[in-house]
Structures are given as structure tokens and as C-alpha cells.
């Protein structure tokens, strides 16, 4: 099993829609997880960190389940800027001291006038 | 906003020869990392430091890489006889908090011919 699972897309939606991305972890140890956005041939940036309690910047929403070691990233009327690779990321296996990420392959979104 | 620098920009090598990736992490960062995508691919972790030492790598990290950070200020990652499967983005990260407050460089693309 993956380390770090994604559906690759690509998602294609027009411009207002509202688009739900997913991803599962399996290490059950890991304790911090993130979604990343890269552009193409870009470096990652970090979009938003995932808590227990589901956290919302704007008009992103990012939940995490524990028991189901599954995060998700809502993203609510989209704009043509959204357009990017979404990376889900988790800490490494036992290196929470080290900072080691894992990356998922991401998901492509393509948003349309 | 504080910026981690990586240069060159792109570096195109022949097969066997030795390259060096510079950086330059943020300047108050105790947490230094190399990370390298292949075309197409995910991003993957290479090694961390801390403290002046490594502190995790992964298995591509082996005898032919090596990392230094020769004067408190760069971080370079050496490849010692380069491969024609070591063509990638090499992006370079810091932060000071292990896996909370990452930067990413904005990579150095490595194409061994």
C-alpha cells in the first residue's frame, strides 16, 4: 500500500464549482498532515495544515478521520487561479523529530471559464 | 518574506560527473532538508539535517549523495558520479519547527545527459 494515496485526477470543473479532493495515509502514527499546492515545475507551498477538529481557510475546508486515516479538501467556488496540483502530505513514519514529509502523487485540478 | 535560494537554477551535467546543488535555507532554520522529483513523479524525501549532521535519509540517498553545510550559511547536496536516473528537480526545504514552518527553494533542475 502507498505511503500517501491520491486520485491523480485530472478534475475538470468550470468556474464557481465546488471541488472535493481526497486522500489516505498508512502509517496510523503519523501526527501531521498538510495540503500543498504545486504549480507546474514549481516548488510545493504549503496551503493549509489539517486538524483532528476539520479547519477551513476562506473558501478551502480540509477535514482529517483518524480512524479511517483520511484526509479531504474541500474547495468552494472556484476560481481559474486555483488550477494546480493539490499534494496531500503526512509526516514520516516515526520522524516526527526529523520533519520527514511524504507526498502523495496530488491531484490535478483544472478549473474552465 | 523570507525566501530559501537555490542555485543554479538548472544544471545540465554529462553522466559521471559530479554535481553540487547549493541552498541556502532561511537564515534563523535549525531543520534542513533535500527533496528531489522526478518528471511526472511525486515528490521524495532525501535526508534531513539537523545540528550538523543527518539525521534520517532515504534509501535513494545512498554512497553516491552527500550533504554539507560547509559555513552555517548554504546547505549543498554533492552527487558524486551522476546517473541518467538522477535527472529530476532537486528542491531544497528549511524550517524550525520539524515538519510545521516549511520552506521549499524553488528547485534545481538536474538534467544528466
Known amino acids: 500500500r502507498k505511503e500517501v494515496e491520491q486520485d491523480p485526477g485530472p478534475f475538470n470543473v468550470p468556474e464557481g464549482a465546488t471541488v472535493a479532493f481526497n486522500c489516505t495515509y498508512s502509517n496510523s502514527a503519523s501526527q501531521s498532515f498538510f495540503w500543498y499546492r504545486q504549480d507546474c515545475r514549481k516548488e510545493p507551498k504549503l496551503l493549509m495544515s489539517v486538524y483532528s477538529s476539520g479547519n477551513e481557510d476562506g473558501r478551502f475546508t480540509a477535514q482529517l478521520n483518524r480512524a479511517s486515516q483520511y484526509i479531504s479538501l474541500l474547495i468552494r467556488d472556484s476560481k481559474l487561479s486555483d488550477s494546480a496540483t493539490y499534494l496531500c502530505v503526512v509526516n514520516g513514519r516515526g520522524s516526527s523529530n526529523t520533519g520527514k514529509l511524504i507526498f502523495g502523487q496530488g491531484t490535478t485540478l483544472q478549473v474552465k471559464p | 518574506e523570507p525566501e530559501v535560494t537555490q542555485t543554479p537554477s538548472h544544471q545540465v551535467t554529462q553522466m559521471g560527473q559530479e554535481v553540487i546543488l547549493r541552498c541556502v535555507p532561511i537564515s534563523n532554520h535549525l531543520y534542513f532538508y533535500w527533496y528531489r522529483q522526478i518528471l511526472g513523479q511525486k515528490v521524495e524525501f532525501l535526508v534531513s539535517f539537523y545540528n550538523n549532521e543527518i539525521s534520517e535519509k532515504s534509501e535513494i540517498f545512498d554512497d553516491q549523495f552527500s550533504v554539507e553545510r560547509p559555513d552555517g550559511s548554504n546547505f549543498t547536496l554533492k552527487i558524486r558520479s551522476t546517473k541518467l536516473e538522477d535527472s529530476a528537480m532537486y528542491f531544497c526545504?528549511?524550517?524550525?519547527?520539524?515538519?510545521?514552518?516549511?520552506?521549499f527553494g524553488s528547485g534545481t533542475r538536474l538534467t544528466v545527459v
Open positions: 526545504a528549511s524550517s524550525d519547527q520539524g515538519t510545521a514552518g516549511y520552506t
